[in-house]
Each structure stands twice: as structure tokens, then as C-alpha cells.
């Protein structure tokens, strides 16, 4: 069966200061893959995604960037951190067939002080 | 524009029967996908539509209109575990996910 990882689960970081969150899928090979943010009490906003190795979409234009350096790696970068960049950060995988559903890792929480 | 309207939140009682609807417009479609959202944590899938009608599974069923631009979720015989947000979210002509807020539901003993 498929599994996806993220971590780390929770992080506090000051403004400014570089972010690396990681992503990986087990299970299966050439996915889809999806990093996604939520605010408190909103809808989740698509920031990238991915069709394969170094093929990134990005959605929203911001300070935040992504990378997948293997099939099944996924990375979300940050080199200064504002304070908007807080939120709950999902990554998700999909199987490049119809109905292409995506699977959610458990998140990362990042607070920005 | 791509846009997504459910009720903000619902409240129901435990072994009840209720319904959450879901109108939305996209840039074309491609399905539409049902999540179910449990406070501080990952969205997990619960359900997929791309006919219209009624898809059931156990307790859940989800339904489609296409041409309405409509989805419910009905879920019955509801448990306390059922306390959560639900996401309807419909595929565009690309093929990506378009996320309203989802409906908070909760459910009283």
C-alpha cells in the first residue's frame, strides 16, 4: 500500500530565517505530487505541483519555492520567511490515471514569529 | 471565475441523517471529490463522482447533477466521530482540485 511522509509535523520559525519541508511517497512510482497551504478556517490554496522529476507548476507567485530532486521527493523552500507564510502545509500524491484522487501526508503547522 | 459554495456550518444529532450540499462553477469538469477534514489534521478522501446520480458507500453517498452545477453529501445513522469539516471539491479541465472552505459539521449527543 501507498504511504506519504511529511515532516517535521510542527515548526516555529522567526521572520526571515530559511525553511526546507519534505515530502516523500512510498508504494507507488511517478506520482503526482502536490504541496498545499491552508490558513485557519479557509480553503486549502494549491502552491505547486508536480508531474515528475524536476517538472514544477507553480500557482501562486510568493517567496516560497519547490524542488523534486527524486520521483518520490518532494521539497518546499523558503530562503526569508514573512509572516503570511503561516499555515498548515499538506503534501498530496496522485496516480497519473482517471479519477486522479490525492492522498494527503499528516501536514506540517508552521508559525512564523 | 472557478467558485465553490457550501453552508459555512451545520449542526446535527448523533444517529441522525444529514445532508451537506455543494453548488459550484468551474472552468470546465472533471468529477467531483468529497473529503472529510478533522480539526488539526490531513484531509482524507471519502467519495468521487463524475456521472450524475447517487454513489453510496456504508454510511456516506455522495450525488451529482452536472447540469444543476450541484453535489450533496448525505451521511446517516451519524456518530460522534463524524464531527469534522467536509470538503467538496470539484476536478477542472486541467485536472486540478478547486477547494472551497468546506462545511463544519457538528454533531451533538
Known amino acids: 500500500s501507498q504511504t506519504i511522509h511529511q515532516w517535521p509535523a510542527t515548526l516555529v520559525q522567526p521572520v526571515g530565517s530559511p525553511l526546507s519541508l519534505e515530502c516523500t511517497v512510498e508504494g507507488t512510482s511517478n506520482p503526482n505530487l502536490y504541496w498545499y497551504r491552508q490558513a485557519a478556517g479557509r480553503g486549502l490554496q494549491l502552491l505547486f505541483y508536480?508531474?515528475?522529476?524536476?517538472?514544477i507548476s507553480s500557482e501562486v507567485p510568493q517567496n516560497l519555492s519547490a524542488s523534486r530532486p527524486q520521483d518520490r521527493q518532494f521539497i518546499l523552500s523558503s530562503k526569508k520567511l514573512l509572516l503570511s507564510d503561516s499555515g498548515f502545509y499538506l503534501c498530496a500524491w496522485s496516480e497519473k490515471r482517471e479519477p486522479y484522487e490525492q492522498y494527503f501526508g499528516p501536514g506540517t503547522r508552521l508559525t512564523v514569529t | 471565475g472557478q467558485n465553490i459554495d457550501q453552508p459555512t456550518e451545520m449542526t446535527a444529532t448523533e444517529g441522525a441523517i444529514v445532508q451537506i450540499n455543494c453548488t459550484y462553477q468551474?472552468?470546465?469538469?472533471?468529477?467531483l471529490f468529497w473529503y472529510q477534514q478533522h480539526a488539526g489534521e490531513a484531509p482524507t478522501f471519502l467519495s468521487y463522482n463524475v456521472l450524475d446520480g447517487l454513489e453510496e458507500k456504508g454510511r456516506f453517498s455522495s450525488f451529482l447533477s452536472r447540469s444543476k452545477g450541484y453535489s450533496y453529501l448525505l451521511l446517516k445513522e451519524l456518530q460522534m466521530k463524524d464531527s469534522a469539516s467536509y470538503l467538496c471539491?470539484?476536478?477542472?479541465?486541467?485536472?486540478?482540485?478547486?477547494w472551497g472552505a468546506g462545511t463544519k459539521l457538528i454533531i451533538k449527543p
Open positions: 468551474t472552468s470546465g469538469f472533471n468529477g
Open positions: 471539491a470539484p476536478m477542472d479541465s486541467n485536472y486540478q482540485l478547486i
Open positions: 508536480s508531474v515528475g522529476i524536476g517538472q
